[in-house]
Nanobody, 124 residues
Framework: QVQLVESGGGLVQAGGSLRLSCAAS????????MGWFRQAPGKEREFVSA????????LYADSVKGRFTISRDNAKNTVYLQINSLKPEDTAVYYC?????????????????WGQGTQVTVSS
């Protein structure tokens, strides 16, 4: 199975930036697409962003468009989420997800591998 390990979370002031990383245990050719989801306290898990294997197709939630950028480095089997202009509303546990069939998707049900999450906390 694919194992995913997230890193890069932390505490940051509103307006600041973070870069989240997600390293996969398998070569990227075996992963069709990867995505980022987040879950805030008391809220349901929501889609953030997704990217296909080549990086040519990306998806973003409306709430993060223009502020978040997803990318991947296939040589390092790693996907990144650059987060800029952070808002307190961005506070959540961010999860990396992967699928081995199909393209980028905003539906969590399409992803069958998940990381343990990394906490992002944004202070006002």
């Amino acid at each position: 199975q694919v194992q995913l390990v997230e890193s890069g979370g932390g505490l940051v002031q509103a307006g600041g930036s973070l870069r989240l990383s997600c390293a996969a245990s398998r070569r990227t050719f075996s992963i069709s697409a990867m995505g980022w989801f987040r879950q805030a306290p008391g809220k349901e898990r929501e889609f953030v962003s997704a990217i296909n294997r080549s990086g040519g197709s990306t998806l973003y939630a409306d709430s993060v468009k223009g502020r978040f950028t997803i990318s991947r480095d296939n040589a390092k089997n790693t996907v990144y989420l650059q987060i800029n202009s952070l808002k307190p509303e961005d506070t959540a546990v961010y999860y990396c997800a992967a699928r081995t069939y199909g393209s980028s998707s905003l539906d969590a049900r399409n992803y069958n591998y998940w990381g343990q999450g990394t906490q992002v906390t944004v202070s006002s």
